[in-house]
């Protein structure tokens, strides 16, 4: 894990981006394509609002989310929602989005169905994260059942998740699916958030899922 200090917020955000567009860049030299996982909630929106004016070929890059909840693609808590207003646009527009939405009733109906949809862009070229004052990442919560199963190394790309206490059933990239990204990123801000990555740790993946990823990541942190 490599911890990566910024005076502010306003810092780290443009040269966040900026690193996101250098690997992306990168990659496209020797490859024709490449692919970057990126998170839902408040967090990222100045990331994102930095990267989409990155001068590089968005048509060549598909985009997906972490996770998402089991919502309608317009609905206010949908990570779709807000990765389309603030990163899809621009330059930017241009990008492939692979969605994680299905049509069923329960994420379990569509598993298949959209793990065939994301898997030209696996592995991940790059991925940005975002972490819980719970550790949880994407939506692997500590003591969600199923838990276990989606940090196996022998995971399939996609889990369903019920997290005690949220309102929507989830989809989520598994954790070989995360991990496995070339580049790896995690954003966290504020000293609770900084406090939690520190007991992490010294606690397994079940209790702490950012566990599971924090091999060779790269930890941005502002206060």
């Not at 496995?180 to 702490?208: C, F, T, Y």
Request: net charge negative; proline share 9%.
């Amino acid at each position: 894990m490599n911890l990566i200090e910024y005076p502010d917020r306003d810092m780290l955000a443009i040269n966040l981006a900026n690193l996101l567009a250098g690997e992306l860049k990168a990659t496209l030299l020797s490859h024709d394509t490449a692919s970057i996982a990126v998170p839902g909630g408040t967090t990222p929106g100045p990331i994102f609002d930095a990267l989409c004016a990155a001068p590089l070929e968005w048509d060549k890059v598909m985009v997906l989310p972490t996770d998402e909840r089991w919502v309608t693609p317009d609905d206010p808590r949908s990570n779709a929602r807000l990765i389309r207003e603030h990163l899809l646009v621009g330059r930017a527009a241009e990008a492939k989005f692979l969605s994680l939405h299905g049509t069923g009733a329960h994420p379990e109906d569509d598993l298949d169905a959209i793990a065939a949809q994301i898997e030209p862009a696996l592995p991940l070229s790059v991925l940005l994260l975002g972490m819980g004052e719970d550790c949880h990442v994407a939506s692997l919560f500590p003591g969600t059942p199923g838990l276990a199963a989606a940090l196996a190394d022998d995971a399939p790309a996609l889990a369903a998740m019920a997290p005690a206490g949220q309102p929507e059933a989830r989809i989520t990239l598994t954790a070989p699916v995360l991990d496995g990204a070339l580049k790896k990123h995690l954003v966290i801000l504020g000293w609770e958030k900084r406090d939690a990555l520190e007991r992490a740790q010294s606690l397994s993946p079940e209790e702490a899922p950012v566990q599971a990823v924090l091999s060779e990541m790269n930890v941005h942190w502002a206060v």
